[in-house]
């Protein structure tokens, strides 16, 4: 495995660590960037032990800053920001395929990062996959029974645990009223996958359909540790119905592991959940909707801690 450092993009003012395996690589290739404001190590340095996992595995990636994030310098303003994210995720593909003959690409869309994935999958033929991981989420009449059941669970069912719930019944059932009418002006559609606005939930399909449809693969991926949010493995599924891109998009359930991966054990669990994503995107291959329900550091494709 071998890493190299390198300046690129408008002015060389990106700042990229690629990494290469010792032979030929794999004409699939990985792009990882920043999540939020967070450097290009990613949250624990999840993206550095991931590239050097898939190294290991006969796939190249690079991992960068965007323009003004981490290391790269501020962008000179001459594009409005979702355009730039654009142009710097392909100057980073561009950077891959020359030094590594890459052709195609999984960009890794982490938690903000999904709707930048989205953004240049629209924009650049060369993207096979984009990972959704953790940017957004859609209750389903069974989304909510199952957080109901699995807080009766952790807290018991004893007098103080019930009356603690009545309070909690009452006190949601006086702002009812009121959390309706706030719904109701401010609801307003927003670009998928991103920022704090609710997600268009018709948009969204309709715009993860027409990338299938161009052959990207989708892979909405979601951590498991708070399972207010999302709490099963098809529940994105459910929530779009007939809406479903269908046989090009597929899930990803995380069980036990928190939105950024804090601990060794879910560090290991999020590294097997992506790296069979990318070996599979090598493949062309798409497994149906898998819940990791353990943490053990398994390899890639083992039924040992997944099930579908």
Partial sequence: MREITHTFGLDCGLIGTLTLPRGRPSRMGLVLFNSGVVHRVGPHRINVKLARQLAERGV???????????????????????????????????????????????????????QQSYLAAEKDHRVDTIVLYDAFAFHTMRSRLRFLWLRMRSQGSGVTALASYARKGVTALAGLPGSIAARLQSRSPADPGGGDQPIDKAAFARGLRLLTQKGVTVVVVHAGDDFSQVNYVRQ?????????PGNGATTVFLEFVDH???????????????????LNATLRKIDPPTHYT???????????????
């Fill in 236 to 244: 994105i599924r459910d929530a779009f119905g007939r809406a479903w």
């Fill in 260 to 278: 950024i991966a804090t601990s060794t054990p879910a560090q290991r669990c999020f590294m097997d959940a992506l790296c069979n994503i990318v």
């Fill in 60 to 114: 190249a990636s690079i991992r960068f800053d965007l323009h003004g994030m981490g290391d790269s310098a501020r962008a000179n303003g001459a594009l409005a920001y979702d355009a730039q994210v654009v142009c710097d995720l392909q100057d980073a593909m561009s950077l891959l395929e020359q030094h590594a003959g890459t052709q195609r690409f999984v960009l890794l869309g982490f938690c903000s990062g999904a």
């Fill in 294 to 308: 353990g943490m053990r550091n398994t390899e890639p494709g083992s039924t040992n801690n997944a099930s579908t």
